[in-house]
T-cell receptor
């Protein structure tokens, strides 16, 4: 079964500290992995996707097929990073979302 | 030039009423979705339509009925509203042939009293 797991429901870090949001997945084929972000009372928007291998707002995520992980990282957290983050998997014309991690960056 | 738009953004109604939420996308995408985000921020797929044809219908009460008059529109009609239906409903669209990215609307916050 296809599944996306985000083990941390809540995560708090201090401004300037590194942050890592964990995501593990299970999928029988070759999935595409995404991170979506939802700022307070806004729509979900794409943060980054694994095939583009780019850094957005200082965030990066590497797809580790051996560990079936797609953790989101940023070396220095900023207050404006406080938001809800969803890991998502696309496969077979369907999207599967994790339960989300609420990140709070403490000033 | 909003890509995915939903109306209304806020909806407050009494239990037992019937309500609809409309969604339109101007991206030319073939696939549209309805997601429900509950108070714990869990995001759950409800329906998916591809070229006006239903392809995903998760375990959703049959009080919820999606309607797609054309591939740019996917409306959600809810009958006999219950307290547990209070949530934020997001419409989304995607173009799997190219980017596979989901584009979301701003959400419609439904409150059932």
């Amino acid at each position: 079964a296809q599944r996306v797991t985000q083990p941390e429901k809540l995560l708090s870090v201090f401004k300037g500290a590194p942050v890592e949001l964990k995501c593990n997945y299970s999928y029988s084929g070759s999935p595409e992995l995404f991170w979506y972000v939802q700022y307070s009372r806004q729509r979900l928007q794409l943060l980054l996707r694994h095939i583009s291998r780019e850094s957005i707002k200082g965030f990066t995520a590497d797809l580790n097929k051996g560990e079936t992980s797609f953790h989101l990282k940023k070396p220095f957290a900023q207050e404006e990073d406080s938001a809800m983050y969803y890991c998502a998997l696309s496969g077979g014309n369907q999207f599967y979302f994790g339960t989300g991690t609420s990140l709070t960056v403490i000033p | 030039d909003t890509a995915v738009s939903q109306t209304p953004k806020y909806l407050v109604t009494q239990m037992g009423n019937d309500k609809s939420i409309k969604c339109e996308q101007n991206l030319g995408h073939d696939t549209m979705y309805w997601y429900k985000q509950d108070s714990k921020k869990f995001l759950k797929i409800m329906f998916s339509y591809n070229n006006k044809e239903l392809i995903i219908n998760e375990t959703v009460p049959n009080r919820f009925s999606p309607k797609s008059p054309d591939k740019a529109h996917l409306n959600l009609h809810i009958n006999s509203l219950e307290l547990g239906d209070s949530a934020v409903y997001f419409c989304a669209s995607s173009d799997f042939a190219n980017t596979g990215e989901l584009f979301f609307g701003e959400g419609s916050r439904l409150t059932v009293l």
